[in-house]
């Protein structure tokens, strides 16, 4: 039972990329998930989350309308579309899962059940 996350890179700011969170070992679609990213001496941070029944989403501030989450079932994966990115976007970005109905508690706590590796996102300028 693990949740993966994969996508990152090097791109040059304005860029995109499109990370994906895959779980294995049990169904992701009745699991709310959420990204969160973590820069060098930062605190880690909420990014966007969605939820399990009727793929809610949820951004930060931050994110400007420049990234659009959303789930395929089928393939048992969440996906986070990243365009527009910035080089203050640069940190490891990590999934995590709460089960059904704990969207909220997910984004506000960042307590998960499940959580992937992290993946790094490195924007140049």
């Known amino acids: 039972v693990q949740l993966q996350a994969s996508g990152g890179g090097l791109v040059q700011a304005g860029g995109s990329l499109r990370l994906s969170c895959t779980a294995s070992?049990?169904?992701?679609?009745?699991?709310?998930v959420a990204w969160f990213r973590q820069a060098p001496g930062k605190e880690r941070e909420g990014v966007s989350c969605?939820?399990?029944?009727?793929?809610?989403?949820f951004y930060a501030n931050f994110v400007e309308g420049r990234f659009t989450m959303s789930r395929d079932d089928a393939k048992n994966t969440v996906y986070l579309e990243m365009n527009g990115l910035k080089s203050e976007d640069t940190a490891v970005y990590y999934c995590?899962?709460?089960?059904?109905?704990?969207?909220?508690?997910?984004?506000?706590?960042?307590?998960?059940?499940?959580w992937g590796q992290g993946t790094q996102v490195t924007v140049s300028s």
């Open positions: 070992g049990f169904a992701l679609n009745t699991y709310a």
């Open positions: 969605i939820s399990a029944r009727d793929a809610t989403t």
């Open positions: 995590a899962a709460k089960s059904a109905g704990q969207m909220l508690r997910l984004w506000r706590s960042q307590i998960a059940e499940y």
